[in-house]
C-alpha cells in the first residue's frame, strides 16, 4: 500500500530552524516528484516546495532562501530543512507525490501524507 508518512513537526520560536521529513512506503521516492504542501488555519493549500527526480527543486517565495528541500534515496525519504522560521509559517505541512515535473499546483498532486503540524511562535 502507497503511504507517505510525515513527522518532526512541532513547536518553535520564531527565528528558528525546525526539519520535518515525509517517508515513503511500497514505492519509489525515485518514481515521483515530492513536494511539501501546507493549509494555515482558514486557508486553503498552499505549495512550498518540490524535488523531481533529477533533484532539480523549486520553492514559493515566501520560503525562498529560507526552506530547503532534499531527498535521500537510500532512505526513501524526503526533509524540508526550514531556517528563520516566521509564524506565518505556522501550518499543517503535508507531503504529496506529483508526476508533474516542477508543479507548484497542489491540484497536480495524488498521494498525500496526513501531514505534521509546524507552530512558531512570536
Known amino acids: 500500500e502507497v503511504q507517505l508518512q510525515a513527522s518532526g513537526g512541532g513547536l518553535v520560536q520564531a527565528g528558528g530552524s525546525l526539519r520535518i521529513s515525509c517517508a515513503a512506503s511500497?514505492?519509489?521516492?525515485?518514481?515521483?516528484?515530492i513536494g511539501w504542501i501546507r493549509q494555515a488555519p482558514g486557508r486553503g493549500r498552499e505549495f512550498v516546495a518540490v524535488?523531481?527526480?533529477?533533484?532539480?527543486?523549486i520553492y514559493a517565495d515566501s520560503v525562498k532562501g529560507r526552506f530547503t528541500i532534499s531527498r535521500d534515496s537510500t532512505k526513501n525519504t524526503v526533509y524540508l530543512q526550514m531556517n528563520s522560521l516566521k509564524s506565518e509559517d505556522t501550518a499543517i505541512y503535508y507531503c504529496?507525490?506529483?508526476?508533474?515535473?516542477?508543479?507548484?499546483?497542489?491540484?497536480?498532486?495524488?498521494?498525500w501524507g496526513q501531514g505534521t503540524l509546524v507552530t512558531v511562535s512570536s
Open positions: 504529496a507525490t506529483t508526476t508533474v515535473w516542477n508543479s507548484s499546483d497542489p491540484l497536480t498532486y495524488g498521494y
Open positions: 511500497d514505492f519509489s521516492i525515485d518514481d515521483y516528484n
Open positions: 524535488v523531481s527526480w533529477n533533484g532539480f527543486s
